[in-house]
């Protein structure tokens, strides 16, 4: 499934080069969802991308670490973490929006679904090492911990960088809830067992 969603992603992405109104139709704003009820945005805007860098550091992390995830938890439950924490992650960011009256915002790409897959990773594989570059070795527990904290620290700066680092830390909330949930494991003691 990982590699048919990454497969969805390049024929969007594709379409949108030779429709780029489309863009307007499928990624998610506050005013078109509530105004014109383009109800879909909430899910449609996690396969459109800005452009190709967006399209490719989005989908290396789904080939990485989405092919290891489905390999453990099964191509259907997969599947479903994916789309419904991509989904989760498009209805809280509106909210969000709405709430700090950002109305002018096109909020797209997968990265909020990806971050929610990258969580799930590390806690499915606690003893895997992820090489940053190629080269610095990182734990994935301490991976995930990281990004989460420059996430945050993003986030409350209100650094203007065109990232949705609101997004991606709900993408980690929603994986933390849906890990303890559905798959019985809760981050916090898979990563810091008690000896």
């Given amino acids: 499934m990982a590699l048919i969603l990454i497969g969805i992603n390049l024929l969007v992405y594709m379409f949108l080069q030779v429709f780029p109104k489309g863009k307007f139709y499928l990624a998610l704003n ?42 453990r938890i099964g191509s259907k439950e997969f599947l479903f973490a994916y789309l419904f924490s991509g989904t989760v992650c ?55 911990i990281g990004y989460g904290a420059l996430e945050t620290i993003y986030m409350i700066s209100g650094s203007q960088t065109g990232i949705a680092h609101s997004t991606h830390l709900i993408g980690f909330a929603v994986a933390w809830v849906y890990s303890i949930v559905r798959l019985g494991l809760n981050p916090f003691h898979v990563w810091f067992p008690k000896r």
């Fill in 90 to 144: 498009g209805i809280l960011s509106l909210v969000i929006y709405i709430l700090t009256d950002a109305w002018m915002v096109f909020l797209l790409g997968a990265s909020g679904a990806v971050f929610a897959i990258l969580l799930l990773y590390a806690v499915l594989f606690p003893r895997s090492v992820i090489f940053i570059w190629g080269i610095i070795p990182v734990p994935a527990p301490l991976l995930i």
């Fill in 30 to 71: 506050p005013g078109f969802f509530i105004y014109s009820k383009f109800y879909w945005q909430v899910f449609t805007y996690q396969f459109v991308h800005s452009g190709l860098m967006h399209l490719f550091s989005n989908m290396l992390g789904l080939f990485f670490f989405g092919i290891a995830v489905e390999r």
